[in-house]
């Protein structure tokens, strides 16, 4: 037998953690590009709508949110790899086509499906943070107190997106008649004057105690 080739398979099947960590920001921030482009998007079809301004400053956050992990990223030593974010970019640009009961303008159902999908982004968010905030406690590159801030904001933003997705059902398959403010519901008022809270994030600069100039611009 071969001495030498069973030691190098057995060093091969060994997990590397860098190499795992690489694969699991990569993934996490291409999901964040087509996140940040598709809520600009929503923003900007529902800009005529009382979901306008929530979206609008939720889409301003999940911006500084992508920058955050982006800097991670750089602190953590873990490269870009453009090419995945790419596809995270071509992914949200096929789910487009989902069908809307509609073939050439966009209908209600638009908004409950372009909802969803933020919702489920937003999730996979909030398990990256609880995820880098386990790793915290024993990796020092990692800021605490940062990514307490960010999986805060992650839970709130998620309850406002839970509002907008109930808003948006009703407008969809609800024949009752009147606005959310008539039947007393309110729509999204959890964002109000969150955009740009966290410190640094304000003006696209990375988050306090974090190294910069690695790392990719949107």
Not at 15 to 37: E, F, K, T, W
Not at 57 to 84: F, G
Not at 94 to 107: D, I
Not at 173 to 200: C, K, L, M, N, Y
């Amino acid at each position: 037998m071969n001495t030498r080739h069973v030691a190098g398979r057995r060093r091969s099947a060994t997990p590397d953690p860098q190499r795992m960590l690489g694969i699991y920001l990569n993934d996490h921030l291409a999901g964040s590009s087509g996140g940040v482009a598709l809520i600009r998007r929503a923003a900007r079809n529902q800009r005529h709508t009382p979901a306008g301004p929530p979206l609008a400053r939720l889409a301003e956050q999940i911006a500084q949110d992508r920058d955050s992990l982006r800097s991670l990223m750089t602190a953590l030593d873990v490269p870009v790899k453009r090419r995945r974010i790419a596809l995270g970019r071509l992914a949200e640009t096929v789910g487009r086509a989902k069908p809307n009961g509609r073939l050439l303008s966009r209908s209600p159902l638009s908004d409950v499906l372009e909802l969803e999908a933020m919702r489920i982004g937003v999730e996979g968010k909030t398990s990256l943070w609880e995820s880098l905030r386990t790793d915290a406690e024993t990796d020092r590159r990692l800021p605490v107190n940062q990514l307490d801030r960010l999986l805060a904001r992650a839970h709130r933003q998620a309850d406002v997106l839970k509002d907008l997705t109930a808003d948006a059902a009703r407008r969809c398959f609800d024949a009752e008649p009147g606005t959310p403010e008539e039947r007393g519901h309110s729509v999204g008022g959890a964002a109000e004057g969150e955009a740009g809270e966290i410190e640094g994030e304000a003006d696209g600069e990375a988050p306090r105690g974090l190294s910069t100039g690695k790392g990719w611009t949107s």
